[in-house]
């Protein structure tokens, strides 16, 4: 079986991605800081079905120093990797002007510095594999801006620039590397948000409705398929046509 990385995979559109590979028959390891019911219940349920196979591990990847070590430990124990999701986010949201200093760092820390490192270490055991597939999640703000996203929206575009280069970097390597732009989902993620602004969002979109965690799980599963061999370098919008 070949293995996945998917980090973030214990809930919200993670889970969904973790789910949907397992189904398509990888070895998916997620990582989170805790595994939480809806990862063990999916755990169960995929070793029932009997096809792929789905771990957790658990780790704090804003610890960005030892990042290198868990790649080293995830290697021993399952082998080198074909697949990477770096999914793993916070939503930090707030004014600009009134956002603490420790906010804006806390979230490029977890946002970009760690799977920019976890994928360094990660690509280290591709090039001995047959190819890889790369997949990061970015967002539809990144391109249209949100009131009081800026920070947010800023480490998401950056998720967008690391694509673009890295797919050039990995590319002789036989590593595709994309991302998925996701309109507004309901997870914890947007919790903040009122109903009022999800309807908002809804009608502006084409299709009149907002995306799901399925949507964006399908998404990535086709990136790793055999499908999208000559798919690489590209931002994949999955929003209902929100930003039509
Ligand atoms: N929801 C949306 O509307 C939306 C839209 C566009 C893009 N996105 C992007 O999609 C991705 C997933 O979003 P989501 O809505 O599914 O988020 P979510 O429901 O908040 O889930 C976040 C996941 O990341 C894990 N995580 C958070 N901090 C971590 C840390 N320090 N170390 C390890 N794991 C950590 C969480 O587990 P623990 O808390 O247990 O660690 C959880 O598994 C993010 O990259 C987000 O930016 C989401």
Redesign the pocket.
Known sequence: MLNALV????????LGIAKALASSGFQVIA????E?DAMAAAREQVARDGRGALHFRT????DIDRIGDLVKTLRRDFGGFYGLVN?????TSGILTTMPDSAIERAVR??VVSPLTLTKYVVRSMMTGQGGRIVN????VSSTGYSGLSVYSAT?ASLTGFTRSLAREVGPLGITVNAV?????N????RDLNSNQLVQIARRSALQRLPEVVDIANAVDFLFSEQARNITGTVMTVDAGNTA
């Not at 732009?181 to 989902?185: L, Q």
């Open positions: 980090t973030g995979g214990t809930r919200g559109l993670g990582i989170a800081r805790n939480g780790f704090d990847l804003a999914n793993a986010a916070i939503g977890l946002n999640l970015s967002s539809v998401k732009a996701p309109g507004f989902i997870t914890e993620m947007t």
